[in-house]
């Protein structure tokens, strides 16, 4: 792939929002989920294999990466930093939402943030059977970890949270990727406040007015298949795909011809 683009928007707080553009097409603004961010390998090789296809924004959130930092944190703000990336870019973009990026870029999108199709993937709402009492409180408990400087601990209970097993977690802490974690653990509590106890924000869903495509994957576990299908139901005029083979962890090269096709769609 060619060398990307770098730009920087710049929030109505003042918060300056890194960004990379690469490829060429219609455009597509991708908002990371929780630990994104573009210079993160997963999120390059998105943002590359999307490349292909489209040209490919791809931003680091605030407090992550290339971009600044503003506090106090509000949900509010989050959605501000996303509106200024699209304005900086320009041409009514696809917005692209990973895990709890799908869920900043819902909320964005409800509140009339000028978004021209939107593509959810995974939204990590927890619904029906698969709603836990640890999901209303994680978010204390990982802001309360934060606040101690235990970036470590805050970084396992969000993986322990999001369902992998205790000693996959131990084994995790030793593997090199982990340092590109930590440096960014302290915004989970953002990505928190967008899950808002993992409860599905079925009345603000209804005010999304843009074509959206929910996706999900055919080898994703039931709380996230479940996830897609009331994000579905919730969007007025919703499409719904399932991706085979395809999991949490969703390829690039999946999700383009998805996107592609969504994008051509009258």
């Not at 934060?146 to 970084?155: I, N, S």
């Not at 080898?219 to 991706?243: D, F, H, M, N, Y």
Request: charged share 20%; glycine share 10%; with cysteine.
């Amino acid at each position: 792939m060619p060398t990307p683009t770098a730009g920087t928007a710049v929030s109505k707080d003042g918060t300056r929002i890194a960004y990379d553009v690469t490829g060429n097409g219609a455009t597509v603004v991708l908002v990371h989920g929780a630990l994104g961010y573009k210079d993160v390998a997963w999120a390059r090789k998105l943002a590359n294999d999307l490349a292909g296809h489209f040209r490919v924004v791809s931003y680091d959130r605030r407090g992550c990466g290339g971009s600044s930092d503003t506090p106090p944190f509000s949900v509010d703000r989050e959605i501000d930093d996303l509106d200024a990336v699209i304005r900086a870019v320009g041409d009514s973009p696809i917005v692209v939402g990973i895990s709890s990026g799908a869920a900043l870029a819902l909320e964005a999108a409800a509140r009339g943030v000028p978004i021209g199709r939107l593509v959810a993937f995974e939204a990590p709402y927890m619904v029906g059977e698969h709603r836990k009492a640890e999901h209303a409180r994680y978010e204390s408990e990982v802001r309360n970890l934060v606040a101690r400087g235990d970036r470590d601990g805050a970084l396992k209970l969000f993986m322990r949270t999001v369902g992998l097993p205790a000693v996959a977690v131990a084994v995790m802490r030793w593997m090199p990727f982990w340092k590109q974690l930590r440096p960014v653990a302290h915004t989970l509590p953002y990505d928190a406040a967008f899950m808002n106890g993992f409860e599905l924000p079925s009345a603000r869903l209804a005010r999304v007015r843009v074509p959206t495509l929910v996706v999900g994957g055919g080898k994703s576990p039931a709380a996230l298949k479940a996830a897609v299908r009331a994000v579905g139901g919730a969007v007025p005029g919703a499409q719904v795909v399932e991706i085979p083979d395809q999991s949490h962890n969703i390829q690039g090269s999946a999700l383009a011809p998805v996107v592609q096709r969504f994008a051509q769609a009258s």
